[in-house]
Nanobody, 127 residues
């Protein structure tokens, strides 16, 4: 498994931008699918974006398509989430997650495919 630490959350006005980072420790980061999820108060954790280890095109939840971009730097063992045109409904705790094993291609929204989670970082978008 990998250990994950998110950073970059904060308070931003609607229409603004934030970039989240998730630093991983452990071996073989480049062979893990890496995802971002979020959880708003009183709601279930929901999928946001996925970066495939294999180089397949990233996958996004519909509501963030065209606004959010996931990327990764394997040399730094870090995955990023660039969030533009933020909306109040994007307010949530954001979590990064790694596939439960290397070389596994996950199903994007299937939580059980992810074996490691960060502690989360709060994103608040004011109207």
């Amino acid at each position: 498994q990998v250990q994950l630490v998110e950073s970059g959350g904060g308070l931003v006005q609607a229409g603004g931008s934030l970039r989240l980072s998730c630093a991983a420790s452990g071996r073989s980061f480049s062979y893990y699918d890496m995802g971002w999820f979020r959880q708003a108060p009183g709601k279930d954790r929901e999928f946001v974006a996925l970066s495939y280890w294999s180089g397949l095109s990233p996958y996004y939840e519909d509501s963030v398509k065209g606004r959010f971009t996931i990327s990764r730097d394997n040399a730094k063992s870090t995955v990023y989430l660039q969030m533009n045109s933020l909306k109040p409904e994007d307010t949530a705790v954001y979590y990064c997650a790694a596939g439960r094993e290397p070389w596994l291609t996950v199903v994007p929204g299937r939580l059980r495919d992810f074996g490691s989670w960060g502690q989360g970082t709060q994103v608040t978008v004011s109207s």
